[in-house]
Structure formats: structure tokens, C-alpha cells
């Protein structure tokens, strides 16, 4: 079977869905493996890098498409920057990549109609034997680091203790909402950076893990549980949120940095930070929404902007995977070459709906969407668009 790499097309997108190390382990599985010129220069890998790899370059995006049995991309498939990738595929082409079905259920519904077998990475559940595909995962952790790094560009004072001849001024205080992968991460960033660190998550069950990285936990104790399972959070009842605010209040009141992580089923960013919250927060505090590519935590954020309210600044940054593509791309590719070789052999992926993992990751084949999920967002939008 042929896997083809093309160039993304989505604005602002550095990453590319598979490196030259994967290539090269692909290659010794059986397949062979196509690149689009130039897809992973914006990664740090050239051209040269993917020969030496014995990966094969490619000029013609859309004859790589159309040949390709199996797809691999970071974005779902799209028609934008004037290339009609969506359209160039195949019905017998399966697409692996991390497609965010629930963000965007239409676009799944294309590329259903297409025909392609689809699998979404981001879904793929948090079991030890899928923890080495889990691109969700991965890249949240990226988002974690990097993030901790914009607040302490950004906040005008040291984040660790330093003393001098001047005197000591002492450690700036980063509290963290929301200590699954992101928020962990975030954590032990800020801890190395000497900061005065401290988090809290609707999950209890959480709070050794904060604590491992060195954070003070925080919580409240909730009247019904807000645990989802496979590591995520869900909603909580009114009271609980009532009981929540509070708390928040006097947290963000005595932080300078807050970093927001929160994600429901790791795709939907609840509203956690208020207005009256941050007008709570001193003047030169940041407050930094990892979770703006879901709509954003803090009621201020606007995603992809920053903005400041009565001194307080909400950074609200989009893909920030995308800033850090070198790494970035050489997780995700690892996560996709494993998925790949888990269900293959000798050259050849096998579908096979009743899998555990593919089952919960499969969107779409046959012309249809199969993911129940996918099809009861889409059936609100349909719903939505006739009442």
C-alpha cells in the first residue's frame, strides 16, 4: 500500500503528518511512502531528509492524492489555498489524521461523501494499548509547554525567586485550571522555571498527579462527580459551579499567571474565568486560554487575539503545536506510524471496525458517518438549521 504526505494548507499550519525517522520505519513495514515537495520544510525537514530516508517526492499534490491508499494529515483534508485536497481523494483511500469530527461535523460529512474509510487520531481512547497513538495527547502537551513560555514572555516580573545585592524578589505564583495532559505539563514547565505552582480540575482523582509535578492542589468538594472516564472532565450541576467560582475568585485574585486547560470530552471549552474574575486579578497578571481553540475558558478570550481589561492580559493563542512544528511533527508522525503499524501487515491495513481502538476512532467509510458522536452533532445542526 502507497502513504502520502501532502503539504497542509491550513493557515498558520508548520506541521507536517510524517517526518523522514517514520518514513523510514514505515518503509521496513512494507509500504511505500510518497511526500509532497516541500511538505516538510516548514518542520525543519527538507526534501533531502525524506530521500535519505528512501521516501519517495512527489510535485503533483493531486495525482499524490489520488494514488495514495492510505492518507496521512495533521488537518482534516480541505479545499482552501486553492488546492481541492477533499476532492482529490478516493473512495478506497483511507485518511488517518487528527480530524476533530465534532469541531467541524460537516466537513466529516464531506469527506464521508467521498467515500474514504476516515479515522480521527484526537479520538482515539486513553487505554495503555492506544496511548501510543494518542496525537490528542501529544500535542496538548506541546500546548502546555508552550504556553507557560508566552506567560513568562509576557508577565512584566521574574517567574522564580532571585535574590542580589538589591534585595530578593520572590517566586510569581502560576495557578492552573483543568491538570489533564496540558495542565500537567504547564505545571511541571512553570515548576522549572521556579515559579510558585498550584492547580485544580473538576476530577479529585487528579490531585496525586498534580501534586507529583510539585503543585499545591486546590479543589472543591463536589456534590456529583464530573469524571467522564478515559481521562476526561465533564459539566458540573449548578451548585457545584456556584461552589467552583468561588474558590476561583480568591485563586485568581492572588495569582500572577493563570493558565486555562479546560476541555470537555477534550474537545469543548467550558466557561470557567468571568469578567468578575478577572477584574479580580491584579493589573500585570496574564492569563493565558489554551483552551481558545475550543472557544476559550475565560469570557474575555478572543481566539487567536490578545487583549488587556483594566491591566489584565488574556492571551487566547491558536495552535500552538504549530509553533513548536519541529517536535510537534515528530510526535505526531510517531503517533501516526504507530497507529498505522498496529493494525498492518506486511504492508497491508487492515479496518476492522470491532477493534477497541479503531472503533472509537473510526468516522467515517462506506459513505457514511459511523461515528455516534459525529452523527448526533450532525444531527443538531440539521435540526438547528430547520426549527
Given at each position: 500500500?502507497?502513504?502520502?504526505?501532502?503539504?497542509e494548507s491550513r493557515p498558520g499550519e508548520h506541521r507536517v503528518a510524517l517526518v523522514p525517522e517514520s518514513c523510514e520505519k514505515l518503509r521496513r513495514a512494507g509500504f511505500g511512502?510518497?511526500?509532497?515537495?516541500?511538505a516538510g520544510v516548514a518542520a525543519g525537514y527538507d526534501?533531502?531528509?525524506?530521500?535519505?530516508a528512501d521516501a519517495g517526492i512527489e510535485t503533483d499534490a493531486e495525482s499524490l492524492v489520488q494514488s495514495a491508499d492510505i492518507l496521512l494529515t495533521v488537518n482534516p483534508p480541505a479545499n482552501r489555498d486553492g488546492r481541492a485536497a477533499l476532492d482529490w481523494i478516493n473512495p478506497s483511500?483511507?485518511?488517518?489524521?487528527?480530524?476533530?469530527?465534532?469541531?467541524?461535523?460537516?466537513?466529516?460529512?464531506?469527506?464521508?461523501?467521498?467515500g474514504a474509510t476516515a479515522f480521527s487520531t484526537d479520538s482515539i481512547p486513553r487505554t495503555t494499548r492506544a496511548q501510543a497513538m494518542d496525537t490528542l495527547s501529544s500535542m496538548s502537551s506541546v500546548s502546555g509547554y508552550k504556553g507557560v513560555l508566552l506567560a513568562a514572555v509576557a508577565l512584566p516580573k521574574y517567574l522564580p525567586m532571585l535574590s542580589s545585592a538589591a534585595g530578593t524578589v520572590f517566586a510569581a505564583r502560576?495557578?492552573?485550571?483543568?491538570?489533564?495532559?496540558?495542565?500537567l505539563q504547564a505545571l511541571a514547565t512553570a515548576k522549572?522555571?521556579?515559579?510558585?505552582?498550584?492547580?485544580?480540575?473538576?476530577?479529585?482523582?487528579?490531585q496525586e498527579q498534580i501534586e507529583s509535578v510539585g503543585a499545591r492542589y486546590v479543589g472543591v468538594e463536589l456534590k456529583k462527580d464530573a469524571s467522564t472516564g478515559g481521562g476526561y472532565a465533564g459539566e458540573l450541576s449548578e451548585e457545584d459551579r456556584e461552589r467552583q467560582r468561588e474558590m476561583l475568585l480568591d485563586e485568581l485574585a492572588?495569582?500572577?499567571?493563570?493558565?486555562?486547560?479546560?476541555?470537555?470530552?477534550?474537545?469543548?471549552?467550558?466557561?470557567i474565568i468571568t469578567r468578575e474574575m478577572v477584574r479580580s486579578m491584579r493589573p500585570g497578571s496574564i492569563i493565558v486560554d489554551l483552551a481558545a481553540d475550543g472557544g476559550g475558558n475565560c469570557e474575555l478570550s478572543v481566539p487567536g487575539e490578545d487583549v488587556e481589561v483594566r491591566g489584565v492580559r488574556v492571551m487566547a493563542p491558536l495552535n500552538l503545536p504549530a509553533t513548536m512544528p519541529e517536535h510537534a511533527s515528530l510526535l505526531f508522525s510517531r503517533n501516526l506510524t504507530n497507529f498505522v503499524e498496529a493494525f498492518s501487515k506486511e504492508g497491508?491495513?487492515?479496518?476492522?471496525?470491532?477493534?477497541?481502538i479503531q472503533g472509537e476512532c473510526l468516522i467515517a467509510t462506506d459513505g457514511e458517518i459511523v461515528h455516534d458522536r459525529t452523527r448526533d452533532a450532525l444531527r443538531e445542526l440539521v435540526n438547528e438549521a430547520t426549527s
Open positions: 500500500m502507497k502513504i502520502a504526505v501532502v503539504r511512502v510518497a511526500i509532497e515537495s516541500g526534501d533531502d531528509a525524506y530521500r535519505s483511500t483511507i485518511v488517518v489524521g487528527s480530524l476533530m469530527p465534532l469541531r467541524d461535523p460537516r466537513q466529516m460529512e464531506a469527506l464521508a461523501k467521498r502560576v495557578f492552573v485550571i483543568g491538570a489533564a495532559v496540558a495542565g522549572r522555571l521556579g515559579a510558585t505552582v498550584s492547580a485544580t480540575d473538576v476530577r479529585p482523582e487528579v492572588k495569582s500572577d499567571v493563570v493558565i486555562t486547560t479546560a476541555l470537555i470530552g477534550g474537545v469543548f471549552a467550558p466557561k497491508e491495513f487492515e479496518v476492522d471496525a470491532d477493534d477497541e
